[in-house]
């Protein structure tokens, strides 16, 4: 029996991932990591074959010891978080070398942003540098130290000799989660929001500039492809420790690419067709101006992060079939019109 143990249950990847996993494996034996008794009672009454233990990302003991009880753990918490990543592999560093442990880590194509500031590319504007994950891997081993995400992925990338690890890097990810607590993305339905308190679209400079998407259900049937591939000795999936070559670990979650500023036409013209704006029209900010009123919305609405997903496909069969992110705005409107009370 796979004995499997994850983080971020309670957001729109894990919970997404989690649901799915579970369905198509009832015979898991699950445990998740949940902050408190409110959400664990949540992810019980959807889930309760999965087992709860409560603790958050700082608990280093609990997610030492549960990781080393398990087959397979998936990291859909933060990116970020240091320590906990580093407790995760401390605990499957006990498991032995005729079984070693997984570890699926999620990080993003944020990584890829560097590259506005490493070529001091315009916020707006298009950067004409696409990654790839199959041969194109020695240039996102070779990113600098200071890109998004590196320092949390830089020990992932160093494990030890018994662990196994693969670095997974959603684009944008869209689409109604089906997970027992967080169920809302925030790139597309934060746009939408900014648009309709603002009474316009919003453009980051000429909105030339291109990010991937990758549609939330998509990206869980790719999380269950690697947990399936863990459980039977590694499947065909490229999983790297630290004597192995670390670029084979990375793997792009892509399924699009797109343009800020298409996007950003498509909700204004959906806003406005609704009346929920007066006039279809979409303002040209900049930068510091989207961030004064959406902190963080004009680092992604600006920038570039355009990736291809090569690995997944080849190695593990995965192939997108959800509809495209300009296909998920009508319904990203009518949620984030609830919210406000403007139906």
């Not at 087992?51 to 958050?56: A, F, Q």
């Not at 890097?169 to 939408?192: D, F, H, K």
């Not at 790719?222 to 863990?230: K, P, Q």
């Not at 919305?297 to 495209?324: D, F, H, I, Q, T």
């Amino acid at each position: 029996m796979t004995k499997t143990f994850v983080t971020g249950a309670t957001g729109l990847i894990g919970g997404d991932a989690l649901t799915t996993i579970v369905a198509a494996h009832p015979e898991y034996e699950i445990t998740a990591l949940v902050r408190d008794e409110e959400k664990a009672a949540k992810v019980s009454r959807v889930l309760p074959s999965v087992k709860i233990v409560i603790g958050d990302l700082d608990s280093a003991e609990i997610l030492e010891r549960e990781a080393a009880k398990a087959d397979v753990v998936c990291n859909w918490a933060s990116a970020d978080h240091l320590p906990s990543v580093q407790s995760l592999l401390k605990g499957l560093s006990h498991h032995s070398p005729p079984s070693p442990g997984y570890l699926v880590h999620t990080s993003g194509t944020g990584i890829l942003t560097i590259d506005q500031t490493r070529e001091s590319i315009p916020f707006g504007e298009l950067t004409p540098k696409v990654y790839n994950d199959w041969d194109g891997l020695s240039d996102v081993s070779g990113l600098p130290e200071s890109a998004p995400h590196r320092n949390v992925e830089r020990p992932v990338l160093e494990s030890g000799e018994h662990v196994r690890t693969a670095i997974v890097c959603p684009s944008v990810v869209y689409g109604a989660g089906q997970g027992p607590v967080n169920t809302r993305s925030w790139p597309i339905p934060e746009l939408v929001k900014t648009t309709l308190k603002q009474g316009h679209g919003i453009i980051v400079g000429r909105g030339l500039n291109h990010w991937g998407a990758i549609h939330v259900r998509d990206l869980s049937n790719l999380f269950l492809l690697f947990v399936e591939a863990a459980s039977s000795g590694g499947g065909n999936a490229t999983w790297d420790s630290s004597s192995l070559p670390t670029k084979e670990r990375y793997y792009f979650a892509t399924a699009e690419e797109f343009e800020w500023a298409e996007i950003s036409a498509t909700v204004t013209k959906c806003a406005f067709s609704r009346g929920l704006i007066k006039e279809e029209v979409a303002k040209t900010l900049s930068y510091e101006e989207t961030e004064a009123i959406c902190p963080y919305g004009g680092s992604l609405w600006g920038s570039n992060s355009r990736s291809e997903a090569v690995r997944a496909r080849k190695l593990l069969g995965w192939e997108p079939k959800e509809g495209s992110i300009k296909e998920d705005i009508p319904r990203a409107l009518d949620v984030e019109a609830k919210a406000l009370g403007r139906e």
